[in-house]
């Protein structure tokens, strides 16, 4: 590498993180003889190989801290490296306990791992002529690596005390970076694609969208590049939406996300989220349901404020009704599809929440909602719709 | 017709077999490529990563006593030649050093001074700086860093300028105090 300033010679990893305007400035104090800029630098230089020096102290063999990274996995150490590993245990252990950042790289020669093993399972096996047709060695499938299937219906429930679980996500930010361990799907371009996951929650991704996700035993992690809705199943792991601008915990039930280049919308249809700044995670707003609080690229969360669900939402070609009145539910339903809709009273005012698909048939909307309600619906003589008052 | 990972051909390939050799040798350099490639960019350096793992592998094959695990086999020289990549990334140590570099003439060279001020500067680094410091050491760079502690690159950047910031000031707050020592007189 060419050094081409003090800065770069002294300290070149903060020389990396400066932009060109604070790095021209330090250099000309260095030129000026700066005497506590000069000191800071050939002291921080002096620090980095004090670090470097613990480190390498401390470090036990790297063959054994890779070796130890890897164990985790049943098979993949010999018999003689796991024989040295279990004689050096304590050593290694005692260092991590000294360098958390072991504990990272730890970590990241797992993902390495992961990263080879995903690409192994999904090569394309190729043949070699004369030998028995043997079953390729492959770990055993994951529910969480099913592929996408379709799922048709649609939900209806009764009331404000709904039990489901919707979690609504509008992304429309760039993907983060590479995720080892995950699984991604991409939806092509004009064409919406549903994936199950593995603990029963599912995510319905919008046309051209990808989505990478990772279920493991200490919680379910999802991250996000395009448009997608998540109907999230309730389990003892925490479920977890990150966006470029902020991280989305569930805390109740649901929880949604909207995530451009410049800011991220969280609008909440059930349940009660934490919503917190990626840049400064102690920063934390509660956003309940029927609400939306933004979070600024680089900023904190806003308080949150009260939204209509359906207008927030109807880039996924969904309707979301949160305890609305069957008489407007029918309404809406009725006019996108140009047909009547009548509903006597008192069944007008009984309250719905649950989600459908806009362009699902009118019969199979209007049925759901009939049935959640314990009633019937049936041909108007107009030729539109009419929902039988309850006891008719 | 066997797929090229069997154990079957594997333990050919093991035996001295070049044609099952050269097989698998070719759909492993393909799986390493992509590998390599996943983890740190389509770089100049993926091709001398591919043809380092491969003579792992081939070098190490007689060796393999479990033709089943070779998915783990391939796996570690894998792993273990990207780590010898992250390692060999940064210059080394000697580099630490401009001659050019003015004597602040105002800062008392007595090295005993100067181990105090090193202690004082690792002192100030917070938990997270140190560990990103350290990752660094490791050979990451500041974007791989901040997927291993899951953050963004942004962040991370931001602490090790906020260590420096806070290093200046301490040594500042230092030098501060050993001139109104020498000085004899009262710290305002």
């Known amino acids: 590498m060419k050094h081409d300033s003090p800065i770069d010679r002294l300290a070149p990893e903060l020389n ?32 980095s190989d004090q670090i470097s020096l613990e480190l390498s102290a401390a470090m036990p063999l790297r063959d054994l801290l890779v070796h130890y990274a890897l164990a985790d996995s049943p098979s993949v150490l010999t018999l003689d490296e796991a024989q040295k590993l279990s004689s050096s245990i304590d050593e290694i252990e005692a260092a991590i306990q000294r360098h958390p950042s072991l504990e990272a790289e730890l970590s990241r020669i797992r993902a390495d791992r992961d990263a080879f093993e995903a690409l192994w399972d999904d090569r394309e096996p190729e043949a070699v002529n004369g030998a028995s047709n043997l079953r390729d060695e492959s770990r055993p499938a994951r529910a969480a690596d099913r592929l996408p299937t379709k799922r048709s219906t649609r939900w209806a429930w009764r009331g404000a005390a709904a039990v489901a679980i919707m979690l609504f996500v509008l992304a429309a930010a ?25 603990d029963g929650s599912s995510i319905l991704l919008a046309s051209g969208s990808t989505v990478r996700y990772r279920l493991d035993a200490v919680d379910r ?87 209509n669900l359906s207008e927030e939402l109807a880039w996924s070609g969904m309707w979301y009704f949160r305890a609305e009145t069957l008489g407007r539910i029918a309404q809406i339903v009725g006019d996108h599809h140009g047909v009547s809709v009548e509903v006597p009273e008192p069944l007008a005012g009984e309250r719905v929440t649950g989600a459908f698909d806009r362009e699902q048939p009118v019969e199979q909307t209007l049925q759901t909602l009939a049935s959640a309600l314990g009633t019937s619906v049936g041909r108007g003589s107009d030729g539109g719709y009419r929902f039988e008052a309850s006891g008719e | 017709m066997a797929h090229v990972f069997d154990p079957e051909v594997v333990e050919r390939a093991r035996s001295g077999d070049e044609r099952a050799r050269d097989a698998l040798l070719a759909r492993l350099e393909t799986l390493f490529r992509r590998f390599f490639v996943s983890r740190i960019g389509a770089r100049e350096e993926v091709d001398d990563l591919v043809q380092n793992a491969l003579l792992r592998v081939h070098s190490s094959l007689t060796a393999l ?14 792993v273990f030649e990207l780590q010898d990549f992250y390692r060999g990334r940064y210059s080394s140590r000697e580099a630490r050093f401009d001659p050019d570099l003015p004597t602040p003439g105002s800062v008392d060279p007595d090295p005993a001074a100067a181990r105090i001020d090193v202690e004082r500067a690792l002192e100030t680094l917070t938990p997270k700086a140190r560990q990103i410091l350290e990752l660094r050491e490791m050979g990451y760079l ?39 020592t020498i000085a004899g007189g009262v710290i305002l």
């Open chain 1, 16 to 47: 990396e993180v400066l932009d060109a305007g604070e790095r021209s400035d330090l250099d000309t104090a260095i030129e000026q003889g700066d005497p506590s800029l000069i000191h800071a630098l050939q002291t921080w230089a002096a620090a």
């Open chain 1, 174 to 198: 760039l993907l983060l970076q590479r995720d080892a361990g995950f699984v991604e799907v991409r939806a092509a371009a004009g064409e919406s694609e549903r994936v199950e996951l593995g």
């Open chain 1, 221 to 307: 992690r999802v991250r996000l590049a395009g448009q997608a809705v998540f109907d999230v199943r309730q389990d003892d792991r925490q479920f977890v939406v990150e966006t470029e601008a902020a991280t989305v915990t569930v805390v109740g039930t649901t929880f949604g996300v909207i995530a451009e280049p410049t800011e991220t919308l969280v609008t909440l249809a059930e349940g009660t989220v934490e919503l917190a700044s990626r840049v400064d995670p102690s920063q934390t707003v509660r956003v309940e349901a029927g609400q939306q609080s933004r979070v600024p690229a680089g900023g904190v969360p806003e308080a949150p404020s009260a939204v």
């Open chain 2, 65 to 78: 006593q479990r033709p089943d695990r070779f998915k783990a086999f391939a796996m570690k020289a894998a």
């Open chain 2, 142 to 180: 500041y974007k791989e860093i901040a997927e291993i502690v899951d953050t963004t690159e942004a962040a991370v950047k931001m602490q090790v300028k906020r260590a420096f910031e806070r290093l200046r000031h301490v040594l500042g707050v230092l030098a501060l105090f050993a001139s109104a």
